[in-house]
C-alpha cells in the first residue's frame, strides 16, 4: 500500500507540473503566430513587469526578439523613463542582489533575472555567496547588449509595437506618465513620422475609469483591456491569459 501511495503522489505531482493553469488555458484559447508574419517588424515590451513577455512566449514561443526590458521589474515609473532615456549607461551603473534574487540596477531601479539562481546567491543566513560579482559581470554584460540593440531599433525605419502595463495611481498622474513615455519613444527615434504605436494595457479589476484614461491619450497610443492582472509572484502562470491573448492577437495582425 505504502508503494501505491508513493506511486500515486509522483503521478500527481509530474500531472501537476505538466498540466498547470497557463498550459489549461492556452489549449482552451489555442492561438499561436509567427512573430516574422506579424505586421510590426518588432513587438517590445516595456514591462512594468514579465507578464507582457510570458503572454509572448504563449503566442511565439521564444521565438521573438528579446530587448532590455523583456524580463525586468520597474520599480520607479520616473526612473524607468531616466533608462528609456539613457540606454547607454547600463554597463556603468551600481548593480545589487535583491532578496527574492533578481539583480537590480540601483540607478533605475530596475530588476533584471540572474542567470544563477537566488539559492546560488544568497546563503541561508541572508549573506551574499562569492558567486555574486561573477553574477553581476554576467548580467552587466547581458543587459548593456540588449540596451545597445533597443538603442538600435529607435535607428532603423521598422514598425514596431511597444506593450506596457500600467496600474491605476490616479488618472492625471497616469495620463502624464504615459504622455510622458510616448513624447519620450518619438523623440528618440532618429528619423520623421516614425512607424509605431503603444499599447497600455490596464487590468478591469484596478483601474476605475478606463474611458477617461482612453479619451486622453496622446496620438499613437491605444489602450487594451484584460480582466486582471497576474500577482507579480507569478507572471508566468497567474492572470488573465486569455484576455491577453485576444488583446495581442487584435494588435499583432499577423499574415
Known amino acids: 500500500m505504502g508503494i501505491i501511495i508513493k506511486f500515486l503522489k509522483?503521478?500527481?505531482k509530474l500531472l501537476k507540473e505538466k498540466y498547470t493553469r497557463r498550459y489549461i488555458y492556452n489549449r482552451i484559447y489555442p492561438y499561436n503566430a509567427n512573430y516574422f508574419d506579424s505586421y510590426?517588424?518588432?513587438?517590445?515590451?516595456?514591462?512594468?513587469?514579465?507578464e507582457v513577455s510570458a503572454r509572448l512566449v504563449d503566442i511565439f514561443g521564444y521565438n521573438f526578439?528579446?530587448?532590455?526590458?523583456?524580463?525586468?521589474?520597474?520599480y520607479d515609473r520616473a526612473s524607468f523613463l531616466n533608462a528609456l532615456n539613457e540606454l547607454g549607461n547600463f554597463s556603468n551603473n551600481d548593480y545589487s542582489v535583491l532578496p527574492w534574487g533578481m539583480i537590480q540596477n540601483n540607478k533605475y531601479l530596475i530588476g533584471f533575472h540572474s542567470r544563477y539562481t537566488k539559492n546560488e546567491l544568497i546563503n541561508d543566513d541572508k549573506t551574499l555567496t562569492p558567486i555574486v560579482p561573477l553574477a553581476i559581470?554576467?548580467?552587466?554584460?547581458?543587459?548593456?547588449?540588449?540596451?545597445?540593440?533597443?538603442?538600435?531599433?529607435?535607428?532603423?525605419?521598422?514598425?514596431?509595437?511597444f506593450v506596457i502595463k500600467l496600474e491605476y495611481t490616479n488618472?492625471?498622474?497616469?495620463?502624464?506618465?504615459?504622455?510622458?513615455?510616448?513624447?519620450?519613444?518619438?523623440?528618440?527615434f532618429t528619423y520623421k513620422n516614425p512607424k509605431y504605436k503603444l499599447l497600455v494595457v490596464i487590468s478591469k479589476n484596478n483601474y476605475p475609469n478606463p474611458r477617461l484614461l482612453s479619451n486622453n491619450l496622446p496620438k499613437n497610443v491605444e489602450m487594451g483591456v484584460v480582466n486582471y492582472f497576474a500577482a507579480d509572484s507569478n507572471t508566468s502562470d497567474g492572470g488573465d491569459i486569455i484576455g491577453w491573448k485576444k488583446l495581442l492577437k487584435k494588435h499583432i495582425k499577423c499574415k
Do not use: M, P, Q
Open 10 to 12: 509522483k503521478k500527481y
Open 40 to 50: 510590426w517588424d518588432e513587438i517590445i515590451s516595456l514591462g512594468f513587469n514579465c
Open 65 to 74: 526578439n528579446h530587448f532590455l526590458f523583456t524580463w525586468s521589474y520597474e
Open 171 to 188: 488618472l492625471n498622474n497616469d495620463i502624464d506618465y504615459i504622455s510622458k513615455l510616448n513624447e519620450l519613444i518619438k523623440k528618440k
Open 137 to 161: 559581470d554576467e548580467l552587466k554584460s547581458r543587459v548593456k547588449h540588449l540596451a545597445e540593440k533597443l538603442e538600435c531599433i529607435f535607428t532603423n525605419d521598422k514598425k514596431v509595437l
